[in-house]
């Protein structure tokens, strides 16, 4: 394995996570702050999450024509700004500004997604899963230095709150810039391989492994995107309950979203994408039926908690289901499609969050996954033979 690429892009997903745990914890904050009409609190999220949809296949054939390595540097550079714009928002005290920092943070989100498939491309096939599981571990160190920016960033300029948390950021992303110019060359290089010859988009979408793949990522990104944005909106601004309070769940959510990857890949390999997808599906079902429970804190965190370890089962195990689904030459295209996808429901599980709280509450919006997890998990049972064929094939 490229022990040098991989290091870096587990540094590199570290301050992407803490980037987006800082915007996701004070977005829906802020917003609330900034403007009147409370249904649109999260929209600054939402837009993020949006604009990383959009943003998803021009990301991929940027990074197509000039490398993943300048694409994604020059992508964290606009993160940077992103922030700096958004603390000067919260010094004029504009939603509107708020809002564009936040939806322009969402450009970098878009390459910073694709990490995962950067780390697939620095190892042999067979080492995929475990590959995927250690850059994602890096979300670990966000987990603990997001909340902490939020906590302590928040007066750390006096009279403009959470603008020292947003200005520690751009140092970060800075950083992360200049890191991403030091990847190596990958085992798949941008120059098509002899022989290999790229099928149509439409053949590769109509294979049922992709389908499912692809729908494993988008319900599993749009579950825990939908109820994790409106956690902080319900538990501080409906609820009341600390801003510490609720950095502490959202800190709990992350780590279970990170810390399963010590293990996930290990588990892919052992007992097949089948059965941890699978896995994923019920714990994912677990954190709606544990968020029906009651509004307390223990509540919330067991939700939420539940949500992480889902979504980290279910993610890995559709990611490293695509990436045996298309070959050299197919790879960025079959990749754009499936991040519009996985962050177009994201940002609409992201844009209904909001509304939906202000309107009909907690319990009616942690109802709604429910069928479609219930969906793929039938799906996940009707092609279990044609992946094991597949899995076996690639190893």
Request: charge should be positive; include cysteine.
């Amino acid at each position: 394995m490229n022990s040098r690429n991989l290091l870096i892009l587990f540094f590199c997903q570290l301050i992407s996570a803490t980037g987006q745990i800082v915007i996701v914890t004070l977005g829906g904050i802020i917003g609330s702050s900034l403007t009147d009409n409370q249904s649109i609190a999260t929209l600054p999220v939402s837009l993020m999450v949006v604009v990383t949809a959009l943003a998803a296949i021009p990301a991929t054939m940027l990074m197509k024509k000039i490398g993943r390595k300048l694409g994604s540097s020059i992508a964290s550079l606009s993160a940077a700004s992103a922030v700096l714009i958004a603390a000067y928002a919260l010094q004029i005290q504009s939603f509107n500004v708020f809002v564009l920092a936040a939806a322009m943070f969402g450009i970098n989100t878009a390459f910073s997604q694709q990490y995962r498939y950067a780390a697939a491309e620095s190892v042999e096939q067979k080492f995929v899963p475990r590959a995927i599981s250690m850059i994602l571990l890096g979300a670990i160190g966000g987990a603990i230095l997001g909340p902490e920016l939020v906590t302590r960033g928040q007066n750390w300029i006096e009279g403009i709150p959470y603008a020292g948390s947003l200005i520690s950021l751009s140092v970060l992303f800075g950083m992360q810039s200049i890191l991403l110019l030091l990847l190596e060359p990958f085992r798949s290089s941008d120059v098509q391989a002899a022989g290999d010859t790229s099928r149509p988009l439409s053949l590769i979408m109509g294979q049922r492994v992709f389908i499912m793949a692809m729908l494993g990522g988008t319900v599993a990104y749009g579950s825990m995107t939908f109820i994790m944005t409106a956690t902080p909106l319900s538990m501080h601004v409906i609820d009341g309950y600390s801003i510490e309070a609720t950095a502490n769940v959202i800190r709990s959510h992350v780590l279970a979203m990170y810390i399963p990857s010590l293990i996930s890949g290990f588990l892919i390999e052992r007992f097949g994408l089948t059965k941890i997808m699978m896995l994923g599906v019920f714990g994912l079902l677990f954190a709606c039926f544990a968020g029906l429970a009651g509004q307390s804190i223990f509540s919330y965190w067991t939700a939420l908690v539940m949500l992480g370890i889902g979504w980290n089962f279910l993610y890995i195990g559709s990611t490293t289901m695509l990436t045996y689904t298309y070959r050299v030459s197919e790879r960025f295209k079959a990749q754009g499609i499936n991040e519009f996808c996985v962050f177009g429901m994201s940002a609409l599980g992201s844009l209904l969050a909001g509304t939906i709280m202000y309107h009909y509450g907690w319990y009616t919006l942690v109802l709604i996954p429910l069928p479609f997890l219930l969906m793929i998990a039938v799906g996940l049972r009707m092609t279990n033979n044609e992946t094991k064929a597949l899995f076996a094939t690639k190893q």
